[in-house]
């Protein structure tokens, strides 16, 4: 059974910067690709990044491109959300998702297999 353990998230102040893990266990990352999204109480569910199965081709939501990096280890079956320069409004629940490796990066968080259980960041000084 597939099965996604996030981890890293925490409380930072603006400017810093943290990194989330997305483990797979259960199944080969390869088979793959990696969305990451986040969401708040108030707001639905927001596309982060997008890394595809061998990680030659990255998306990034326009919020968050420049700060934020997608990447991938599939020998670790671990992928990874390297956030830097973080701002409150970045504050959110992150979750990584799983989609088949040849899905299109246009997909709708609906669209995807295979989630997390999410990691809380706070971003507040």
């Known amino acids: 059974q597939v099965r996604l353990v996030e981890s890293g998230g925490g409380s930072v102040q603006p400017g810093d910067s943290l990194r989330l893990s997305c483990a797979l266990s259960?199944?080969?990352?390869?088979?793959?690709?990696m969305g990451w999204f986040r969401q708040t109480p108030q707001e639905e569910r927001e596309f982060v990044a997008f890394?595809?199965?061998?990680?030659?081709?990255?998306y990034y939501g326009d919020s968050v491109k420049g700060r934020f990096s997608a990447s991938r280890d599939n020998a670790a079956n671990t992928g990874f959300l390297q956030m830097t320069d973080l701002k409150p409004e970045d504050t959110a629940v992150y979750y990584c998702a799983l989609t088949p490796r040849l899905s299109s990066w246009t997909l709708t968080w609906e669209e995807y297999n295979h989630w997390g259980q999410g990691t809380q960041v706070t971003v507040s000084s």
């Open positions: 890394i595809s199965w061998l990680g030659k081709s990255i």
């Open positions: 259960g199944g080969t990352l390869r088979d793959f690709a």
